[in-house]
């Protein structure tokens, strides 16, 4: 078992930045792929980044490339999602989620833990 707490969310204005991190304590956190995903009021959770075991490969959708970074410390067991630039279309209920496949990371269904989520606001 593997778990996942989220923190970091909160309320920004648009253009603003937020930084969410995500512990894990349970098993082996190098052991997983690290994803983020979000879920805006009415829609379906969306892929939005993942990185690999090492960190040395990383992911993006296409609607947060070059404003989102994902990174990891596995010394501290911790996956952060650093968010800059942010729109009002970022705002969602943020989960970070343990998967053992990079293979189709994109999909909510690769993934065995989920955290709870935080919540991102931004207003225009």
């Known amino acids: 078992q593997v778990q996942l707490v989220e923190s970091g969310g909160g309320l920004v204005q648009a253009g603003g930045s937020l930084r969410l991190s995500c512990v894990a304590s349970g098993r082996t956190f190098s052991g997983y792929v690290m994803g983020w995903f979000r879920q805006a009021p009415g829609k379906e959770r969306e892929f939005v980044a993942r990185?690999?075991?090492?960190?040395?490969?990383?992911y993006y959708a296409d609607s947060v490339k070059g404003r989102f970074t994902i990174s990891r410390d596995n010394a501290k067991n911790t996956t952060y999602l650093q968010m800059n630039s942010l729109k009002s279309e970022d705002t969602a209920v943020y989960y970070c989620?343990?998967?053992?496949?990079?293979?189709?990371?994109?999909?909510?269904?690769?993934?065995?833990?989920w955290g709870q989520g935080t919540q991102v606001t931004v207003s225009s």
């Open positions: 990185i690999s075991w090492s960190g040395s490969s990383t």
């Open positions: 989620a343990a998967s053992r496949l990079w293979k189709d990371g994109s999909s909510e269904y690769s993934y065995d833990y």
